[in-house]
């Protein structure tokens, strides 16, 4: 049947048909289309959450490293006060929990930089564990007040070897070990403190006492 030949009913009928099939193809592109969006968005939203929760466990270690710095550099810290098991700290939980396994999925290309942070991160923690058993408080003037009292016994010692070799009848010098500048530090309790802050410190100054006793 020729075109010409087709009743304007039919005609008519067959546009709308035709119209409604364009609408419908219209439809599921622009379906998919807005699908394809909010998947995508959806993606961008998930990467920006990841990309900030790094961001605040770097700032995280940022401040745990700040903290332990302290103890070597501020006298007023005297204790190590941070979390050192490396699974627990924050990093820690979101490395070895189900955010770490959400981002691998999300973007699986961070699976072995996870992998590979892991030693470092662990030794880090460990670091900061050997710091704080070794750590000693210590007196930064105590050095200084050492090499005085040092000065002073050298001089101590060079009057007593004018006195001998000058054959003065009297010798004018502190013979009490207990009396001498270095004795009053070396049984007060200044020199207490700084034994009881550090156990070689301790040693050091029970093995002087008795040279010292002599030298008197």
């Given at each position: ?81 941070v979390q050192t098991d490396p699974r627990k700290c924050g990093f ?38 050997k710091i704080g058993e070794q750590f000693r408080p210590a007196d ?77």
């Amino acid at each position: 049947m020729r075109w010409a030949e087709v009743t304007v009913g039919k005609k008519i009928t067959l546009g709308f048909g035709l119209v409604l099939a364009l609408l419908l193809v219209a439809g599921v592109l622009s379906f998919t289309g807005v699908g394809g969006i909010v998947g995508n968005a959806r993606e961008v939203i998930s990467g920006n959450k990841l990309d900030a929760a790094l961001a605040q466990k770097e700032v995280d270690h940022l401040n745990w490293m700040n903290a332990v710095n302290a103890l070597l550099t501020d006298e007023t810290v005297t204790e190590l006060h941070v979390q050192t098991d490396p699974r627990k700290c924050g990093f820690g939980k979101w490395l070895y929990g189900d955010e770490a396994a959400e981002a691998v999925a999300l973007v699986p290309s961070l699976a072995p930089l996870l992998k590979a942070i892991e030693d470092p991160h662990r030794k880090l923690h460990q670091s900061a564990i050997k710091i704080g058993e070794q750590f000693r408080p210590a007196d930064e003037n105590l050095p200084g007040f050492l090499a005085a009292k040092e000065v002073d016994h050298l001089v101590w010692a060079d009057k007593l070897s004018r006195s001998l070799l000058g054959n003065v009848g009297k010798i004018e010098l502190e013979t009490d070990e207990h009396k001498c500048s270095f004795g009053e530090w070396l049984y007060g309790p200044e020199a207490r403190k700084a034994a009881a802050a550090d156990p070689r410190m301790a040693e050091l100054l029970e093995e002087i006492k008795e040279p010292h006793k002599k030298l008197h």
